[in-house]
């Protein structure tokens, strides 16, 4: 029982890190889209 909780634990730990990578690269797309400058909406 205590084995499996901690391997819940790591997955919600690593599915974290998967979302914050994503939103990294998407800030990044964000960037080389615009060509570095601020958007004007």
């Avoid at 599915?15 to 400058?37: K, M, P, W, Y």
Wanted: aromatic fraction near 4%; proline fraction near 0%; hydrophobic fraction near 35%.
């Amino acid at each position: 029982m205590a084995l499996h909780d901690h391997h819940r634990e790591i997955k919600s730990v690593s599915r974290c890190e998967v979302v914050q990578s994503f939103v990294h690269l998407g800030s990044l797309i964000d960037n080389l889209g615009t060509g570095g400058h601020d958007k004007a909406y």
